[in-house]
């Protein structure tokens, strides 16, 4: 049986931590201990005195905190998001329709469905009056009204209207869909969107 030194470990566990202890690079020298040696930590550096520090603003109990000059500035609606995009169609065409000028070829009413029964319906007609070599087609979404449902998560106004136009832009339907805007108010206003496609190829 290997014989015990001071410090709790025998000589061939001693042969061992030196064998181990010579494969290791130190951090630096200082940190250097020997086995069973304590663990311990250099002490904090006293901070220079003559060190300048920040001043600390004075702040009074009540008084109101200083205004950033960088305002947060809100999301923009839906509306204004149509209405500053690029134009995608002919100008002229672009003019007459947003001023209401443009007859629909089409409609579809959304009114009454749910997401699951709008997305397709929307897709086969996009689909069947592009087929048919219709340009304009109008989408009636509804507003939305505020109402509430008694829910513990809140119903978010107009989901159709907000849901609609990512349809239009995404797969399958962004590839022949070449605009969306919202309709004049005698087609709807904001209630309903031109949708304005592409040409046969």
């Known amino acids: ?5 001071k410090r709790g470990l025998s000589a061939e566990d001693r042969t061992l931590w030196n064998r181990v202890a010579k494969t290791a690079t130190p951090l ?23 060190a300048e520090r920040a001043p600390v603003p004075t702040f009074r109990l009540g008084e109101n905190a200083v205004q950033s000059s960088a ?7 839906l509306s204004r998001h149509l209405a500053m995009a690029p134009v995608r169609m002919d100008h002229g065409a672009y003019k007459k329709m947003t001023r209401g000028k443009l007859k629909p070829e089409g409609r579809l009413d959304l009114h009454g469905m749910t997401l699951a029964q709008a997305h397709p319906a929307l897709i086969r007609f996009i689909a069947d009056a592009h087929d048919a070599g219709k340009r304009l087609v109008l989408v009636i979404t509804g507003k939305g ?9 809140p119903i978010r106004r107009g989901v159709l209207k907000h849901q609609v136009p990512s349809w239009l832009h ?32």
Do not use: C, W
């Not at 630096?28 to 003559?50: L, M, Q, V, W």
């Not at 022949?176 to 949708?195: F, N, T």
């Open 71 to 77: 305002l947060i500035q809100p999301a923009p609606s």
């Open 145 to 153: 009204r505020d109402r509430d449902s008694g829910d513990p998560i």
């Open 28 to 50: 630096n020298h200082a940190s250097r201990r020997t086995p069973g040696e304590p663990f311990t930590t250099k002490p904090a550096r006293p901070a220079d005195p003559g």
């Open 1 to 5: 049986m290997a014989k015990k030194t």
């Open 170 to 201: 995404a797969p399958p339907l962004g590839a022949i869909v070449l605009d969306i805007r919202e309709a004049h108010q005698r087609h709807g206003g904001g209630g309903a969107y031109y949708v304005y496609l592409k040409r046969r190829g």
